[in-house]
């Protein structure tokens, strides 16, 4: 099944007198389970992309099908919804609050969605269960190692059960060590089924990816499948420094 099929696709920004077109008559089909790494230069379009797909901007022209539900006219209330039920977000700030301890920055998403407590708090420990933090859930942010946040986040994006996960640079802010085990974390997600759509500059990070999508000037100027790398999975050894 298609998880997201856009067509033809144009997103333009006036300001003033001048006229950006950001999106230039992009195609993309993407399968449910796949995994995409959109990769560009500053100014591709690669975000705009990303934001159009993650239902946080809608497309001047064309169409943008999700799960075969037309999102590319559906209002901002409508759009909200979309998000809530089917996408997924981790962004290379981890965006944690600091006051907070990993379970509870999990739960927060189920929190304002308005699940009970004792429904939050099972889903959070489930999804911090999935990233490898039994161990770390009572631990705030600054208990925390990069790795281990970058894991906290990935359970706040799962927490919801989404069928997509958008990655925006969910390694930009690790180191190479690191950046393998979280690739290890979502590639083993990717593998339940989960549809994983990661935006990077990185083609080493892309490496690990089943298919590669490079914008330039708004165009999709490549568009090609590869057998991924395999990342290795963090042992126990070294759960405590990730």
Request: charged residues 20%.
């Amino acid at each position: 099944m298609s998880a997201i099929v856009i067509r033809d696709v144009t997103r333009v920004y006036t300001m003033g007198e001048t006229t950006l077109r950001a999106l230039n008559g992009v195609s993309l089909t993407v399968q449910s389970g796949d995994s995409v790494a959109i990769m560009g230069t500053s100014g591709s379009g690669k975000s705009t992309l990303m934001n159009i797909i993650g239902c946080l901007d809608r497309p001047t022209s064309g169409t943008y099908h999700l799960f075969g539900r037309d999102v590319s006219k559906l209002s901002r209330s409508e759009l909200a919804v979309a998000r809530g039920r089917t996408l997924g977000f981790v962004f290379q700030s981890f965006n944690l609050l600091s006051r907070t301890t990993a379970l509870e920055n999990v739960e927060l998403p189920l929190l304002y969605a308005g699940i009970g407590g004792r429904e939050r708090k099972r889903r959070a420990v489930a999804a911090l269960e999935r990233v490898g933090l039994a161990g770390r859930m009572d631990h705030r942010p600054s208990q925390l190692s990069g790795g281990q946040q970058q894991r906290v986040a990935i359970a706040r994006a799962l927490v919801g059960q989404p069928q997509v996960l958008l990655a925006d640079e969910p390694t930009g802010n690790l180191d190479s060590a690191t950046s393998i085990e979280v690739m290890a974390i979502l590639q083993g997600l990717v593998a339940q089924g989960i549809t994983l759509v990661l935006v990077t500059h990185e083609s080493d990070i892309a490496a690990y990816l089943s298919r590669m999508v490079v914008l330039k000037d708004g165009h999709i100027v490549k568009d090609e499948r590869h057998a991924p790398l395999i990342a290795v999975p963090p042992s126990p050894a070294t759960e405590v420094g990730v």
